[in-house]
């Protein structure tokens, strides 16, 4: 997908009114509102942020900051250098190569984040349950994306998906014993379209390093 980036900022700019753009700087600030419900529960705030936006920001993507008195440190989903944690990059990367738009993608994570924030201070728990950091969040990713249920079994998922071309007549990378036509044919093949595979490969490579650096 490439986006259309100023009419992109534009559409942001007209649903979050509060919201300014520097133009120079690529970055959204201001104050974000939050009228939101889930689990029955109806919350209303609104926090002060900035969100740098790349020209091309399907491929790297936008970031943003909030007011430090907004995100609460105990609710540990912030990086060190400040920048929010709305999700794996993967699974971000996967939602703009669907063809969603900057508004879409604020719909999607940074709407319910804050929502999150809210929620976890009245509370102490995360209304959408939380994923672990680091490569153990990234394998829980893949272990929703292909369907299984081990750190091992996603890792093998993903190695296959990212390193070899489909052959149905091959045990399943899953374990399973099966051959890959009788068990995960649909994940594979759907997963290994280019705009996913481009996007894998970084994470199959620094997995692998990991694993390798642990044997």
Request: hydrophobic share 35%.
């Amino acid at each position: 997908m490439k986006n259309n980036y100023l009419g992109d900022i534009q559409l942001v700019l007209s649903n979050f009114t509060k919201l300014s753009w520097d133009n120079y700087n690529k970055r959204l600030h201001g104050t974000i509102e939050i009228n939101h419900i889930y689990l029955d529960e109806h919350i209303i705030s609104s926090f002060e942020i900035e969100i740098t936006v790349p020209i091309n920001y399907e491929e790297v993507l936008p970031r943003v900051i909030c007011n430090a008195k907004g995100v609460p440190l105990r609710f540990n989903h912030v990086y060190k250098n400040g920048v929010l944690c709305l999700a794996t990059d993967a699974d971000q990367l996967c939602f703009f190569a669907d063809g969603n738009n900057l508004f879409d993608w604020m719909q999607e994570y940074v709407i319910p984040y804050f929502f999150a924030v809210e929620y976890y201070k009245k509370y102490s728990t995360y209304p959408f349950g939380e994923r672990q950091h680091g490569n153990k969040g990234i394998l829980s990713f893949y272990m929703e994306k292909f369907s299984v249920n081990t750190y091992d079994k996603a890792f093998n998922m993903l190695k296959y998906i990212v390193m070899n071309s489909y052959r149905g007549h091959i045990s399943c990378p899953c374990g399973s014993g099966k051959r890959i036509r009788q068990c995960h044919k649909n994940t594979i093949i759907y997963w290994q379209q280019e705009k996913y595979r481009k996007i894998f490969i970084e994470d199959y490579y620094n997995l692998s390093k990991e694993r390798k650096a642990n044997e």
